[in-house]
């Protein structure tokens, strides 16, 4: 079954602090790999995007992870900010219109 | 960049009645559009897949005759939700393929929707 399961659920961090959310995904094919932010009311909006030959990603203070091999992706956040709280998402393509969205993450970062 | 624009933001109906939201690519056509309904705290689901020119395609649990969805042009796709009841309240948001996007999605800022 193609699935993508993200961690922590929540996350509460202190303002400058860094903190690093995961991604297992079980999809076959594999295509490549999104991380969105979220912020709450709004659509998603995209960070990085991996295909399986890449195993990094930087945007900022944002740096995505993949390892293809044990199926896992990281979003690294450094000296996280108050307007990085947000809910972050991994997605899955399988390919040409077929994605796999993980729960989420829900991250709040505190002055 | 690609750029979705969704219309309303938000939108609060009495029962029974339909609500029509709206979906347009800015800058780039979209034969393929997308729309997510998102209750709170829980992930994008995919509702259906709206192409142009065709009659959307719908994932299973989705009624079609209920939210109807209209693809006419190669920018603007449209979502009604007919008869609403408070349990069709959510948060729905669009989405379109772009190559500007190198080929993933770009989304719309979202429609609240109540139905009271």
Known sequence: ?111 | GAVVSQHPSWVICKSGTSVKIECRSLDFQATTMFWYRQFPKQSLMLMATSNEGSKATYEQGVEKDKFLINHASLTLSTLTVTSAHPEDSSFYICSARSDRANYGYTFGSGTRLTVV
């Not at chain 1, 990085?48 to 993949?66: C, P």
Request: proline share 3%.
């Open chain 1, 1 to 111: 079954k193609n699935q993508v399961e993200q961690s922590p659920q929540s996350l509460i961090i202190l303002e400058g602090k860094n903190c690093t959310l995961q991604c297992n995904y079980t999809v076959s094919p594999f295509s490549n790999l999104r991380w969105y932010k979220q912020d709450t009311g709004r659509g998603p909006v995209s960070l990085t995007i991996m295909t399986f030959s890449e195993n990094t990603k930087s945007n900022g203070r944002y740096t995505a992870t993949l390892d293809a091999d044990t199926k896992q992706s990281s979003l690294h956040i450094t000296a996280s900010q108050l307007s990085d709280s947000a809910s972050y998402i991994c997605v899955v393509s399988l390919g040409t219109y077929k994605y796999i969205f993980g729960t989420g993450t829900r991250l709040k970062v505190l002055a």
